[in-house]
Nanobody, 123 residues
Framework: VQLQASGGGLVQAGGSLRLSCAAS????????MGWFRQAPGKERKFVAT????????IYANSVKGRFTISRDNDKNTVYLQMNGLEPEDTAKYYC?????????????????WGQGTLVTVSS
């Protein structure tokens, strides 16, 4: 599967953005999907993940209550709605697909990655 992330940009603190990740290929609904982010000079970190149907999600503590992951299997797309953005959220955001079942928060557990989209939050 190939993943294409979009929707990043420059936003002021307190603002909102919605990231999208479009998947090409077959059987999108068979993948658990995740979002990760990597700030300059730092490691890539887990943000959120969603199961096949979209009925269950897991979030990093740092974004819980502010970010929402969702998916539309008919459109082969996963979303990340980000509200209440803070300068600390500035990073390149990556979507990822996991072929195996079950939730995962480690980078190594994901099989396919998008190219990333840059989010910059100004104070």
């Amino acid at each position: 599967v190939q993943l294409q992330a979009s929707g990043g940009g420059l936003v002021q603190a307190g603002g909102s953005l919605r990231l999208s990740c479009a998947a090409s290929g077959r059987a999108f609904s068979s993948y658990y999907m995740g979002w990760f982010r990597q700030a300059p000079g730092k490691e890539r970190k887990f943000v959120a993940t969603i199961n096949w149907s979209g009925s269950n999600t897991i979030y990093a503590n740092s974004v819980k209550g502010r970010f929402t992951i969702s998916r539309d299997n008919d459109k082969n797309t996963v979303y990340l709605q980000m509200n209440g953005l803070e300068p600390e959220d500035t990073a390149k955001y990556y979507c990822a697909a996991r072929a195996g079942g079950g939730f995962a928060t480690r980078n190594i557990s994901y099989d396919y990655w998008g190219q990333g989209t840059l989010v910059t939050v100004s104070s």
